[in-house]
């Protein structure tokens, strides 16, 4: 059975930081692809980084542009974790974080590619 957990969440002031980890159990990790989506109050979710499989392409990583300069997604494939470094904070970064799997190894920006999804962390950014 797939889990998918994310921690690292919390309340944090404009201009800090954060980081977002998701840890993996009962899937072959190093050969997913791992994205980060965030879905605000009364939004839609929406696509916030993501990182290829090694063996895909090489772990290259893909941005959302809001966030790109500001926000570094890795994977830990040794601990089948994924991060999000988060740097900068806005209050509009403010949503539940998810962490999400891609059996097919991608860097994808489409939420369907995403066949595992984990239950979310809140971040909060105070103005």
């Known amino acids: 059975q797939v889990h998918l957990g994310e921690s690292g969440g919390g309340l944090v002031q404009a201009g800090g930081s954060l980081r977002l980890s998701c840890a993996a159990s009962?899937?072959?990790?190093?050969?997913?692809?791992m994205g980060w989506f965030r879905q605000a109050p009364g939004k839609e979710r929406e696509f916030v980084a993501a990182i290829a499989s090694m063996r895909e392409s090489g772990g290259t990583t893909y941005y959302q542009g809001s966030v790109k300069g500001r926000f570094t997604i890795s994977r830990e494939d040794a601990k089948n974790t994924v991060y999000l470094q988060m740097n900068s904070l806005k209050p509009e970064d403010t949503a539940v974080y998810y962490c999400a799997a891609d059996p097919y190894g991608r860097n994808s920006e489409y939420s369907p590619s995403y066949h595992y999804w984990g239950q979310g962390t809140q971040v909060s950014v105070s103005s």
């Open positions: 009962g899937l072959t990790f190093s050969s997913y692809g």
